[in-house]
């Protein structure tokens, strides 16, 4: 894709990061929704005075928030007082590549009815992947500020061995932890045995449980229910990274006063400026593939 | 599954020492075909002085050479001087558990019309998964032993982002190579970078090319032509552990006075007492699965 | 040694940790000045209703704060309403092995002349280089929590490359950063390049500093003046773990609007249960010399 | 030091290798005794044709062979015919900076009475260090060959954790072995656990001695008598890397059928143009000191 402008419209402070990034990297950028971000008035390269109509109509692709919205009315705009209702905004959108995050179906169907490609980031499995260096090494902050020992020599479970699983336990392993990886499919405990963590079929985790100072839970489904949360050592730290309902019964963990961390969205909060730079790198494997 | 018999029949030395280790694991085993195998006289539990008809009718479960043959007339039998015609073998195992490596597909359908469940070893994804610590650490033997720099410090590429790929690179950069890796998939640079190696598009491969003291190539597709070969070092060592018909134009290799190592079928050769322990393992996968 | 009793006076949440292990060892302990450590109640081998008369005469080891004390005039007793005076106590206490942190020499002296034998665990090598783990966890920590980015991918400079550099480096490392250590002599740049990461002699500091995202100081001596703070990013983060006075020109730093976080005292704040297993770990130590 | 022209007479591969980094570093380089170094020939800065008076005349730098000599008459010349007397060279060389390896002291001091400045590049404790490298990465590709098992996932014990301890410990666990250290003193222990190894007191070694697959040695003291032999496990592999005498009694080894391998002097084997950098590295801080 040759074009060289690009209309960014709300977002957090990712997208104010990757609009000094694209800026950076040589692109004009138009702004809407983002007055309140004062590091992006000192470059005369991003141009931030214009109505959403201009905004809209200076480029063929349009970036929107991630997540796109939060409330399913109006777009997130933290960097701004303006509320912009989703449907008045893409309504005014029409053969444009439309890229954001989290954006629903019926949304996604009005906008593509109007000639516009749209491309939802939260569905790009680099990204995803990407994402994976933050949100490990949040759950690491975590683990260490949480726990009265380090995590060097600590036995520290990583329940799933899926994208973020994977990094994670390379990374705790990187700074000296025990590490234990738990996983119910036979590939998935052979990659474990390949990269040298201690492997655990999750029917026979019960047996194990009981010596474990740190448990991150990577799998959306309610693994550590009551009966299993009995197994623990008293002083054990959970951290669920399992988006809604998580895997631990938290009522219960509550009632037998385990300490359970439940930590979503790390990357943004982690780590902005880095998620930034990934977004920026998928953007571009983006301008690719529609060049 | 709840038998403890089992019955083998020929192969190599990865077979003599699963033999050694389902002994030592509670089963009774029945041999054929493997008398030169000094080490498995001395177990009682090891049963070597049967018929052929006899090893067979012994149990449920008949396992047989990895692989299961090289010239297609006779199964492989390094520990014997007996040549067991593969059609004789075959017409007399019915109505049993029957596992081997690499079976042909004519083979495998004989086998099924007697009534017989046909597994092959080398089409288990945990297996292949294993056997890649052993092939990363036999190619990191070589690299060692051809080049005269230590790898500690050699800028290292490893072609390919699959199964070897990834146990090669982790291993590398655990002796303190520095790891490039190259992929062709947005997804595949995207765990690159989360593993903290550097990443080469394919596309971009050549103009790194000079850089590199070793290349380790795991793609089985001609990557390394005359023109990539061109832009080495001229002491760069190349690694091919791809199978047939391998990454690198040899005969160009050979007039640019490159050196290639092609270097196959690692694991037996390299840690034939892993390679059985790796066995073993995803024999008892196979036992659950068809318990 | 044989002995199986330990008094112990002062001290805060490592002390009562490490009161939790002895006993669990099998010691009877005996203590004074931690009647607020309310897990202690509930194990009848720990005993705390005697006055420090009889704590002291109960045994012929004597464990006092780290630090021993923080005014120079009492003792520090957090776990304890009671102010309990250095002069008073060291005045009851003859012929006994007297262990403490950080104890002054006039201190010592006196202790000496009434026949103790004295010990300071700060001046225990195995303790320093133990306590290593849990500093640099710490500053992992800090340094995650306190950038924008992940340390992952990051450019982390650590000055200095004595215990803490050394161990601080192999973390770093761990977690995927890219580690710069700086030293003055030969036979560290040696060990640095040893062990894989970017050497950096101080007298050519200067003309790198520009690169790095974080940059953590050990050495006890300003480095980090005017001038040097003038070539770093703007958004480099400064952890600052050198006692006083620190490596860094802390006013000009602020100035510059450059962010320092002074570190000191981490392995009690980030890992008391693990700083308690190390004191027990020197203890045994020092149990086993003085047998 | 400021001048740019060296002598270097005789020497093995790896002072080969050094002559063509000076050459391309931009050093006048005045050889003898290295005829048969056909690489040496292709470049022009690089002067092989003089006798050695001109040679030695040619500048103020004599670079000798590492080690010097190896039967105490002649100087080492593996790519010359000629044989070059020990005192007839040194009784030539007056008033130089004299620098080789292993110089016996009776030659050290007859060079100094000449007025030379002597250097031993053996005992540069920067050249030690980086030559670990080279010394770990050969007793790997060791164990990797002798083994019938994968160093990773194998038990292996490094004994000594002096120089080449560290680095051999550090890769180990690079590549996935389960790495123990064995050492005497607290402080050695207490950096074994802060690197993450398993602490082994060499007066408690005897019980963990059956678990090992592989054993290197670095202790130029005999551990491994026959007692301690006794209880290793079978085809347990035993890497000597200490100099004369070693630390392994071979008789006994012998006759109980443990393999042991004696690998001295690695770096000048497994990697020639490493060590030649690292020979230069130490050079220049050579240079630097008595510039």
Redo the contacts between chains.
């Keep these: 894709m040759k074009e060289n402008k690009i209309s960014i419209i709300g977002g957090d402070?990712r997208i104010v990061?990757l609009i000094e990034i694209l800026s950076h990297d040589g692109y004009s950028v138009f702004t809407y929704g983002l007055e309140k971000a004062e590091n992006l008035k000192k470059d005369e390269k991003i141009v931030g005075d214009l109505s959403l109509e201009e905004v809209i109509a200076s480029s063929r692709i349009i970036i929107a928030p991630i997540p796109f919205s939060s409330n399913g009315i109006q777009i997130n705009t933290p960097f701004s007082d303006e509320k912009i209702a989703i449907e008045e905004l893409i309504s005014q959108i029409k053969n444009k590549i439309f890229i954001a995050g989290s954006i629903k179906l019926e949304i996604k169907e009005k906008l593509e009815q109007n000639g516009n490609m749209v491309i939802d980031l939260m569905q790009r499995?680099?990204?995803a992947?990407?994402n994976?260096?933050?949100t490990a090494?949040?759950a690491?902050?975590i683990a260490?500020?949480q726990?009265?020992?380090?995590?060097?020599?600590s036995k520290v479970l990583v329940m799933g061995f899926g994208r973020v699983g994977k990094?994670l336990a390379?990374?705790l392993?990187?700074?000296?932890a025990n590490v234990y990886c738990e996983a119910r499919k036979?590939?998935d405990?052979?990659?474990i045995?390949?990269?040298?963590y201690q492997a655990i079929y999750l029917n026979e985790l019960e047996k194990h449980l009981d010596k474990f100072d740190v448990i991150i839970n990577t799998i959306p489904s309610m693994i550590l229910d009551e009966k299993r949360l009995d197994r623990l050592k008293e002083d054990c730290l959970i951290i669920d990274l399992a988006s809604n309902p998580g895997g631990v019964d938290m009522k219960q963990a509550k009632q037998k006063g385990i300490k359970v961390i439940w930590a979503l969205s790390l990357p943004g909060k982690?780590?902005?400026?880095?998620s930034a730079e990934f977004i920026k790198?998928t953007l571009y494997?983006i301008f690719q593939e529609v060049s």
């Design positions: 402070l990061k499995e680099e990204l992947v990407l994976t260096v933050s090494e949040g690491i902050q260490i500020e726990t009265a020992r380090t995590i060097h020599g990094i390379h990374m392993e990187g700074i000296g036979n590939t405990i052979a990659w045995k390949a990269y040298g982690v780590a902005p400026i880095t790198e494997n």
